[in-house]
């Protein structure tokens, strides 16, 4: 008898959402295109970070742009490398969109919620109370500690103490820099794996950068992916700026569409750093206090 895999993967293939991205801006592109072009980030924020689990630990998010634009992002270290895409499966089972590529255990990291569940909830839309991986397509930013014995190895990031805000407009760069699609930051990464990992996003938006056989299991291996956070609170859509309860990912991208277009419009036109980070007194407030609470080991998401 065959086994009924081979039957139900094509069907499951075929039911799932079509879902699309849009081009990239000439201004976006600009910076996609110098960024591989750089051998590392000259002004990291952190870093000791894995994009893939037997790669080298040198990840990190950059501030090289937090001034001029207002902007963080991933890479890696070398000319090319920026970061992967695996997928993130936590939050809402069995909602909108649930065709099976992301179901209890299909991720060996499953969550039964995200990071920002409270403040998803906190909206009060009716029949929402957290993220869907499925129709939300959010971005896993920012890298948490929980456990004890992981407080002095553990690489660590708060996107907070550089005025990203939680369930704010992101914006990522994919299929090898034709593709744009706008998310949100909805969860972290934390440390119930074996090492502190970042490049990761829901399967929504994994579907839009690499199609309808992205899964739980099987994500964008390329590390040519650029994920961006916008700095501030008009990053943020709010209850009202987004569709939170959307029955598709197309649905909920393009009402956050219109933000990620103006937050992108903050990217210059030849997309270059302007060499120097300036950073505001508020800021520099933020900066020391993720620094200390850091150093004494009180990190908490």
């Avoid at 971005?139 to 014995?149: A, I, M, P, Q, T």
């Avoid at 550089?162 to 990522?172: I, N």
């Avoid at 994994?206 to 964008?220: F, Y």
């Avoid at 956070?229 to 598709?248: H, I, L, R």
Wanted: contains cysteine; glycine residues 12%.
């Amino acid at each position: 008898m065959l086994p009924l895999t081979r039957f139900l993967i094509p069907t499951i293939i075929l039911l799932a959402p079509l879902v699309s991205a849009r081009d990239v801006p000439p201004n976006l592109q600009n910076l996609y295109n110098k960024l591989l072009k750089q051998k590392s980030c000259k002004h990291p924020l952190a870093s000791g970070f894995y994009s893939t689990e037997d790669g080298p630990d040198t990840s990190s998010y950059c501030g090289d742009h937090l001034s001029d634009f207002q902007i963080l992002y991933l890479r890696g270290r070398g000319r090319g490398r920026l970061a992967n895409m695996d997928v993130d499966c936590d939050g809402v089972q069995g909602g909108a969109g649930d065709d099976g590529r992301c179901s209890i255990g299909a991720s060996p990291d499953y969550q039964g919620t995200t990071a920002f569940q409270d403040m998803v909830a906190a909206y009060n839309v009716s029949g929402v109370n957290d993220l869907n991986t499925y129709v939300h397509p959010y971005v896993v930013f920012g890298n948490e500690v929980e456990s004890d014995k992981h407080l002095k190895e553990w690489s660590v990031f708060d996107p907070r103490a550089y005025l990203v805000e939680p369930l704010s407009v992101m914006a990522v760069v994919c299929g090898g820099g034709s593709k744009l699609v706008y998310g949100v930051w909805g969860d972290t990464n934390g440390d119930d794996g074996d090492k502190s990992m970042v490049g990761e996003a829901s399967l929504a938006l994994a579907t839009a950068c690499g199609g309808v056989e992205m899964s739980g299991s099987n994500g964008v291996d390329e590390e040519d992916v650029l994920y961006v956070a916008f700095t501030g609170s008009e990053a943020v859509p709010g209850k009202m700026g987004a569709k939170w309860d959307a029955g598709s990912f197309e649905e909920f991208e393009k009402s956050i569409e219109g933000l990620g277009d103006q937050l992108v419009q903050r990217i210059a036109a030849d997309g270059k750093a302007s060499g120097t980070v300036r950073v505001s007194w508020g800021l520099m407030v933020w900066m020391f206090v993720a620094l200390v609470g850091g150093h004494l080991g009180v990190y908490r998401i």
